[in-house]
Structures are given as C-alpha cells and as structure tokens.
T-cell receptor, first 114, second 116 residues
Framework: AQKVTQAQTEISVVEKEDVTLDCVYETRDTTYYLFWYKQPPSGELVFLIRRNSFDEQNEISGRYSWNFQKSTSSFNFTITASQVVDSAVYFCALSFSGNTPLVFGKGTRLSVIA | GAVVSQHPSRVICKSGTSVKIECRSLDFQATTMFWYRQFPKKSLMLMATSNEGSKATYEQGVEKDKFLINHASLTLSTLTVTSAQPEDSSFYIC????????????FGQGTRLTVV
C-alpha cells in the first residue's frame, strides 16, 4: 500500500527565514509520481510540482526547491526567504500514474509571520 | 496545465435535501475522474473513482447510495449528496485525468458544502 507521511503538523517562521517541509513516502511500486500542493485558506489546491520516480534531480523554481532522495524515500520541499503569502497548508502526495488517485499526506500548516 | 471547473464553489442546503456538484474538464477529455473529501483541518481522502461510461468505484466506508457519482460524458462528472445531513458538511474536490500512465490529473476548485 502507498503511504505519505508529513511529520510536521504545523510550522511557524518569521518572514525571510528559510523553511523545509518534510515528506516521506512508502510504496512498493518501482514507478510512481510525487507531488506537492499548496492549499491557501480559499481551499483550492495549487499545484507546485510533479516528479516521477526516475528523475532524482533536485529542482528549483524561484524561492522553491525540492530534494528527492529515493534512498531515504523522501521528497522534501524548501521555501527560501519565506513570505507571508506562503502561509498555507502544504500537501505532499503520491500516485502510481495519471489515472490512479493521489494518496495525500496529512499536510503541514505553514504560518509565516511578518 | 489543463482546466477543471467545479461548480458550485460554495453551497448551503437544508438537512434532507440533495445537492449536486459538477466537475467539468474544459479543454481535455477526462476518461477518469476522482472525488475527494476533506474535513476541516484534515487531509484529502479519496471517495470514489469514476471512469466514463462505467459505474464508480467507491472507497471502503463511502456510502454509494448517499454519494451518487455519474460520469456520463468525457467532460462531466457529477457528485450528488442525497438527503444531506450536517455531518456531510465538508470540502469536496474533484480531479480529472485524460488517462494513461504518464498523464496528470488536474484538480477543480473544490466545493464547500454546509448542511444546516
């Protein structure tokens, strides 16, 4: 069975600090996809990244970066120089393919204080 | 990315009434749609998977007679909450996929249902 663990329930940081959100996953599949979504108070899910299991390259997009390590089954997300607008719940998720459902972690609530 | 439109975004209904939520793929054909439910401050849990033209597959513990899912076309799936009760109040969100291993599922905006 697939499982995603986000051990950090809530994180609070001061603006401009860097913050890393942890994600550990479990799957028996050799091919799979990993995702990160942002959920602001409005509720919609904002897609941040999708990474397939064959691509272990780290990725950077502006202030966001992701570290994928298959050896530790982790897919961590770092926000550099955090801003108040980054305050939201962040979900890590796992799926086998595009037409299978996502398994979500419990989410990490990030509060960035000005 | 592709666009999935979910309607309504918010709905308040009286206990005992039925509510229909629509999920439309606007610029692609969605062979598979997923319906998730999210309780306040909780994660998203899969309710059911629907493939166009077939009966939906419900997750364990989800009442199929209460949450009716119809996926009659490649661009529309509906979730009907029948005889809604206050405990059905939740955030419901759909995602749609064009199918295939390397495709991606796109999420609608979600529907916040409040049953009074």
């Amino acid at each position: 069975a697939q499982k995603v663990t986000q051990a950090q329930t809530e994180i609070s940081v001061v603006e401009k600090e860097d913050v890393t959100l942890d994600c550990v996953y479990e799957t028996r599949d050799t091919t799979y996809y990993l995702f990160w979504y942002k959920q602001p108070p409005s509720g919609e899910l904002v897609f941040l990244i999708r990474r397939n299991s064959f691509d272990e390259q780290n990725e950077i997009s502006g202030r966001y970066s992701w570290n994928f390590q298959k050896s530790t089954s982790s897919f961590n997300f770092t926000i550099t120089a955090s801003q108040v607008v980054d305050s939201a719940v962040y979900f890590c998720a796992l799926s086998f393919s595009g037409n299978t459902p996502l398994v979500f972690g419990k989410g990490t609530r990030l509060s960035v204080i000005a | 990315g592709a666009v999935v439109s979910q309607h309504p975004s918010r709905v308040i209904c009286k206990s005992g009434t039925s509510v229909k939520i629509e999920c439309r793929s606007l610029d692609f054909q969605a062979t598979t749609m997923f319906w998730y439910r999210q309780f306040p401050k909780k994660s998203l849990m899969l309710m059911a998977t629907s493939n166009e033209g077939s009966k939906a597959t419900y997750e364990q513990g989800v009442e199929k007679d209460k949450f009716l899912i119809n996926h009659a076309s490649l661009t529309l799936s509906t979730l009907t909450v029948t005889s809604a009760q206050p405990e059905d109040s939740s955030f419901y969100i759909c995602s749609a996929s064009s199918g295939g291993w390397n495709t991606e599922a796109f999420f609608g905006q979600g529907t916040r249902l409040t049953v009074v």
